[in-house]
T-cell receptor
Framework: GAVVSQHPSRVICKSGTSVKIECRSL??????MFWYRQFPKQSLMLMAT?????????EQGVEKDKFLINHASLTLSTLTVTSAHPEDSSFYIC?????????????FGPGTRLTVT | GQQVMQIPQYQHVQEGEDFTTYCNSS?????IQWYKQRPGGHPVFLIQ?????EVKKQKRLTFQFGEAKKNSSLHITATQTTDVGTYFC???????????FGTGTRLKVLA
């Protein structure tokens, strides 16, 4: 299957700083990428959807100014958590889909564990 | 808003026993996908069901999509310790582009 990478896999930052997480599709072009957040022992909550070259669509309750998403190329999307707070500590997972058609399979990255101290 | 619930939340079984998780949506779905997430890992795609009443098998795993396309199930026959993990369904509502993940069922298999 297709491969999606995320970097970094773990990051610890101080409260008030910003953190950037990269999501890359390694062997296919990802027209659409999704960003999820997962708290321990809970389900995946969709944060936003990004299509290459256009602005991300955020889910209700997700602050777009706090979680900046950039999908500048067909293989890279970034999520920047700005002015991080301890409550932003979570597991962030991206997924990528090779086409606009939602019936396409989506491939998940390995996730990034963010800890804000 | 749309909700996708799974039951049970947890299941502990003895190795060799069967296991079933049920996925129920508050709205009709275009299709449904199933994922497995191992502890500390990320979700891995298992299968996609599209047609009403569809049944698909993968070795010991049997997936079913309800006639009304509002529910689905995953059945594992003769569980093994390698089946440990959390199983999520993810449903796509007609006219939308995004999948809503179910609450997940965590399976523990006792050797």
């Amino acid at each position: 299957g297709a491969v999606v990478s995320q970097h970094p896999s773990r990051v610890i930052c101080k409260s008030g700083t910003s953190v950037k997480i990269e999501c890359r599709s390694l062997d296919f072009q990802a027209t659409t990428m999704f960003w999820y957040r997962q708290f321990p022992k809970q389900s995946l909550m969709l944060m936003a959807t990004s299509n290459e070259g256009s602005k991300a669509t955020y889910e209700q309750g997700v602050e777009k100014d706090k979680f900046l998403i950039n999908h500048a190329s067909l293989t890279l999307s970034t999520l920047t958590v700005t002015s991080a707070h301890p409550e932003d500590s979570s597991f962030y997972i991206c997924s990528a889909r090779g086409g606009q058609d939602p019936f396409y399979e989506q491939y998940f990255g390995p996730g990034t564990r963010l800890t804000v101290t | 808003g749309q909700q996708v619930m799974q039951i049970p939340q947890y299941q502990h079984v003895q190795e060799g026993e069967d296991f079933t998780t049920y996925c129920n949506s508050s709205t009709t779905l275009s299709n449904i996908q199933w994922y497995k997430q191992r502890p500390g890992g990320h979700p891995v795609f298992l299968i996609q069901l599209v047609k009403s009443g569809e049944v698909k098998k993968q070795k010991r795993l049997t997936f079913q999509f309800g006639e009304a396309k509002k529910n689905s199930s995953l059945h594992i026959t003769a569980t093994q310790t390698t089946d440990v993990g959390t199983y999520f369904c993810a449903g796509l509502t007609s006219g939308t582009y995004k999948y809503i993940f179910g609450t997940g069922t965590r399976l523990k298999v006792l050797a």
